[in-house]
């Protein structure tokens, strides 16, 4: 009998789809092979999301509810809502502004202690997720409501906080412009080859340590499979699960973690877990 192979696509969306990098990955037993592909138009890009099994966008696939509210009352000649923020951390910090960052963003940043994740209602992201919104719109229009909590085709990924939860952490920024990240690429390919135990197509390689966009793709992807096999953090309560289902799920893998489960993934709980990577393979 042949066996049945698993393809994830990842998806490093830009506002323009000339921006926009797609890797397609097809798993077998203790083998992938990845391939970078370029849709024409959204169309061709919808077609890759519906032929995956799973697809890792990265990019918002809602807006903060605090925002909204906000936004709408203010067009309604309404009175604002009263300013809030997220619960703090058990480290005295505060948690962060609900009208700038969703509740997936201040729980992702708690988790991995990072930067928090650029705000989709007040940075330039924003102009992504428009994009994203009508993706989303376009495949439920053919295919039914697309879920935001990752349940569906599309899970929402973050790959810089991905590399922490794999306990993979590049000596700088791996985006900046400029020779030195280019062998910061290099550190995070080789790092995610060694985790995975196999080496990566060499033309798939040399456009990561060439391009961010691509590396991000590649990323999109990998994520995507840990979605499948429920090495993911999904929401936990039931504030999550509402917030997940308007505001979008970042997707963060995790030996702790498991699909639906509820299982909490603390602070750097993939802290050196190649082993999560190497377990993609199945």
Known sequence: MTERQVVTVGVDLAADARRTAVCRVTWGAGRLDAEFVVPDGDA????????????????????????????????????????????????????????????????TWK???????????????????????????????????????????????????????????????????????????????????????????????????DSHDHLDALLCALVARAVLLGGTMWPRTAEEREAADREGWIHLPGAGAGAGTGTEMGADSGEGSEAGLAGLLG
């Open 44 to 107: 061709e890009l919808l077609a890759l999301v519906r032929a995956a099994d799973k697809t890792g966008l990265d990019c918002p696939l809602g807006w903060p509810a605090g925002f909204v509210d906000l936004v709408t009352a203010h067009h309604r000649r309404e009175r604002l809502p009263s300013a809030a923020r997220y619960e703090g951390r058990a480290d005295g910090r505060a948690g962060l502004d609900p009208l700038r960052f969703r509740l997936t963003d201040d729980l």
């Open 111 to 209: 988790a991995t202690r990072m930067r928090p994740p650029l705000s989709v209602s007040t940075d330039l992201l924003g102009v992504v997720a428009l994009r994203a919104a009508r993706l989303l719109d376009a495949l439920a229009a053919t295919d039914g409501p697309v879920p935001r909590d990752g349940s569906g085709r599309i899970a929402e990924v973050y790959p810089a906080a991905a590399l922490r939860c794999w306990g993979i952490r590049p000596a700088g920024s791996y985006k900046r412009a400029g020779t030195e990240t280019r062998g910061v690429r290099e550190d995070i390919v080789s790092a995610v080859e060694t985790g995975l135990g196999v080496p990566l197509p060499e033309d798939v390689r040399a456009r990561c340590v």
